[in-house]
Every structure is written in structure tokens, then in C-alpha cells.
């Protein structure tokens, strides 16, 4: 069946991406035709951040003052919100990421602290000018899209959330999309890379920089949101402007007027992809037939959001392989835990992880799994690998510190040998 299809792509997103929750949907006219969820602790009516899906958003507000007649896209920023320092930027080329502007403020990570005024960042960022001349390449910028944001806001005389949650929201219905988290909620995660423990990340109030990335919401209603970008509204943004902003920047771009291009077997898909500490999302959607993708996961890395929305879009069949659930790590054992991190084979670099369980070696040229070890009261022994059934020795110094593992003659020591 389709679902099982769907469903295996979400099962495997979790079991390889290690990721405490996902959940995802496929979208069909604006409804979700299939929710499905893999992992624990949330559901499809948990809301998760979405990152920099909210850029979408503030753009549908700047064209919505270009149809009003309140901009030009072609306009100096300067002619809408002076005294920023990025004064010749366009409107296009920062809708677009072209206009050489720097990708990130000056200043502490703004996803993960708390957030400053418009009139800090601005401060913050005095003499900090473009890193690439104007329309030189794509070069992604949240900085940008603050900008965007509190030109709009001036020009319509009210903040950037009052415009999203009177203008956007409220004639789509979107009763479940927010500035701040909204029971219930997943908590934002990151996962040890080495030994799988889950840790809560900050839910910071980003305000200057929220235009860029604040955003939560849930499967229902980014439904809502991506089937908007295939028809348009009457009391939101018209069709042509959303094909307008689907338009690539320059022939052969992945990129428009604040909406990413996703080339699939099956045709171009329009949205974005969005990540905040704890967070990662997909949007997408087919313009021509209002068929698209939905996906949220409470983890901050894990799995490539373009590659979770193929293959949510297709499917994955039955000759899929899908590894077991992921489940985090609650206790690593003192044995374990000075075993994992990273270990060479020579000049060969490898990591070896707590996984599941078991000790997993991963090699790193090219990334893959190598080896799987059950750690027993008696030894470390292969469970599936080149070292099936084959004991892992740990060799130590005079001070008990480890000086190299070994398994059937190879080698494992902490910096390369030769």
C-alpha cells in the first residue's frame, strides 16, 4: 500500500537519523491524505519549530506590499528602512540571496540566545558590510530576512507577528501556528554523537532575528500553508505572485523570491527546509497538481531535510532496507563510556557509538557502519561485521588509562599511526 510506503519513510528517517520524534504527512488540495508518526514522546498534533519555513512567510508579506503598491522589488532597502548599513540591497536580491549580505548577525548564535531589538541587531552589525558584491551568487542570508521583517512592519505600521497572525494565519485557518511553543509541543532535542543520551535544547525568543526562523506549527497546518503556495487565496496572495515567487532567481537557481525549488523525478516542488537548535522541518508542495510533503522532527541534526521530502514524495518500498527503531540512550555504562569517540585504524579514521545497546563502529571515509559489538559481563563481542564473534580487547596503560582497542589483529588507537 501507499501508506506503508510513506510510513517506511519516516521509519527510517528515525532509525537512522536517531531522532526522538518524527512526523510527517503527504498533502493532497490542502488536506493531509496520510499522517504518520515514528518514534516516541509527540504526535501529528504536536507542534514543532520550523525554522526557516517562516522565511516563507515573510516573504508572502513583502509581495503582498509589492501588490499593494506600497514597494517595488527592485528598491534600494535604504528607501524602506534607512540607516541599517545595507542601505543599496534590493528587495529581490534579499528575498533572493543574492545581495552579498552576510549569512548570519554579529553576536552570540541568535537561534540559541535570547533575543535582541531591531534597533540592537542593527547596532551590533554597524560596519559589518555585503561578503560578496551584489548578485555575485546565492549566498544565504538570515540577516536578511530580519531586515525584510521590519520593513514590513513599518510599512504597514504593526509588528512582523501581528502581520503573520492577522494577514497569514487568520484567513487560512491556521489556529495551531505560533510565535511561541503551544502545548502540546515536542521538546527540541540534540543527541550525543557518541553515546545516543537526548538533551533538551534552548527554545530561544529570537525577536529581531524571528522573521528569519521563529516559527512553530504543526502538519495540519503547514498543509494549509504549502497548499497556499500552489493556489493562492483571495484574502492572502494571488497565484500569479506565488508563481512569480517560484521563479528561479537565475536560470538553473534552486531559489526564488523567498521559496527554495526541489527538483524531484516527478516534477518541481516549491517551499522550504527549516532547522533550529532542536528542530529540523520540510515543506513542499507541486504548484500544478497541489499534491505535497509535510515533515517535523524534534532533533537538531539527523537527516537531511531535502532527502526526507523525496522520499516522503515517493515512497519507499518494500525492498527499502529500514534499520530498527532509534531509541536514546538513558544509561552507558562506565565500560562503555570510555570506549566511544574517535579511534584510528592506521590512517583510517572511525568513531565507535552506543547505539541501541550495542557498540557500533561507524568508518568515516567513506561515513558507514563497519562493525556491531554487545558488551557482556565477560567481553566485548562482534555481533554483525567483518568482527562477527571476534572479542574486542582493550589494552590499557600502567595508569588503567586505555592505550588501544584490538580485534583479530586490527588496531584501534586514538590519534593515526603510521
Known amino acids: 500500500m501507499t501508506t506503508d510506503r510513506w510510513q517506511r519513510a519516516l521509519d527510517r528517517a528515525q532509525g537512522s537519523g536517531r531522532l526522538p520524534s518524527i512526523v510527517g504527512g503527504v498533502v493532497r488540495e490542502g488536506r493531509l491524505v496520510w499522517s504518520g508518526l515514528a518514534g516516541a514522546g509527540a504526535g501529528v498534533d504536536h507542534q514543532y519549530r520550523i525554522g526557516s519555513i517562516t522565511k516563507t512567510l515573510t516573504a508572502v508579506l513583502v509581495l503582498q506590499c509589492r501588490d499593494d ?21 534590493t528587495v529581490r536580491s534579499l528575498l533572493s540571496h543574492t545581495s552579498g549580505m552576510q549569512a548570519e548577525p554579529i553576536g552570540p548564535w541568535w537561534e540559541r540566545s535570547p533575543g535582541v531589538s531591531f534597533a540592537e541587531l542593527v ?113 492572502v496572495i494571488d497565484r500569479a505572485t506565488l508563481l512569480e515567487m517560484a521563479t528561479p532567481a537565475a536560470p538553473g537557481d534552486d531559489y526564488g523570491l523567498g521559496l527554495r525549488l526541489l527538483r524531484s523525478p516527478g516534477g518541481v516542488l516549491v517551499g522550504h527546509t527549516g532547522s533550529m537548535p532542536g528542530f529540523l522541518a520540510t515543506a513542499f508542495v507541486q504548484q500544478d497538481t497541489r499534491e505535497g510533503v509535510v515533515a517535523l522532527t524534534n532533533a537538531t541534526t539527523g537527516v537531511g531535510t531535502d532527502r526526507l521530502a523525496l522520499d516522503l514524495w515517493a515512497g519507499l518500498g518494500e525492498e527499502a532496507e529500514l534499520p530498527g527503531p532509534w531509541r536514546p540512550s538513558t544509561d552507558v555504562p562506565s565500560r562503555v563510556a570510555e570506549l566511544l569517540g574517535l579511534w584510528f585504524w592506521g590512517n583510517s579514521a572511525l568513531e565507535m557509538r552506543w547505539h541501541n545497546g550495542l557498540l557500533e563502529l561507524h568508518t568515516l571515509a567513506p561515513p558507514e557502519l563497519s562493525d556491531r559489538f554487545a558488551v557482556t ?37 586514538r590519534h593515526p599511526t603510521r
Open 123 to 235: 547596532a551590533r552589525n554597524a560596519g559589518s558590510g555585503p561578503v560578496l558584491p551584489p548578485g555575485a551568487a546565492f549566498h544565504y542570508s538570515n540577516l536578511g530576512f530580519a531586515l525584510l521583517g521590519e520593513m514590513v512592519a513599518r510599512l504597514r505600521g504593526a509588528g512582523w507577528w501581528s502581520l503573520v497572525r492577522d494577514r497569514l494565519l487568520g484567513p487560512l485557518g491556521m489556529n495551531r501556528t505560533s510565535y511561541d511553543a503551544r502545548a502540546p509541543y515536542a521538546r527540541g532535542s540534540s543527541v550525543d554523537h557518541f553515546a545516543g543520551t537526548r538533551h533538551d535544547e534552548p527554545h530561544a525568543d529570537t525577536r529581531a532575528m524571528a522573521p528569519a526562523g521563529q516559527l512553530w506549527s504543526t502538519i495540519a497546518d503547514l498543509a494549509r500553508w504549502v497548499d497556499l503556495l500552489a493556489t493562492g487565496h483571495p484574502e
Open 69 to 89: 503598491g506600497l514597494l517595488d522589488l527592485d528598491d534600494p532597502l535604504g528607501v524602506h528602512l534607512p540607516g541599517t548599513g545595507r542601505d543599496e540591497a
Open 377 to 413: 559481563p565477560d567481553r566485548i563481542v562482534g555481533v554483525d561485521g567483518y568482527h562477527l564473534a571476534e572479542t574486542l580487547h582493550v589494552h590499557r596503560k600502567r595508569n588503567r588509562a586505555i592505550s588501544h582497542l584490538e580485534c583479530s589483529t586490527f588496531i584501534y588507537t
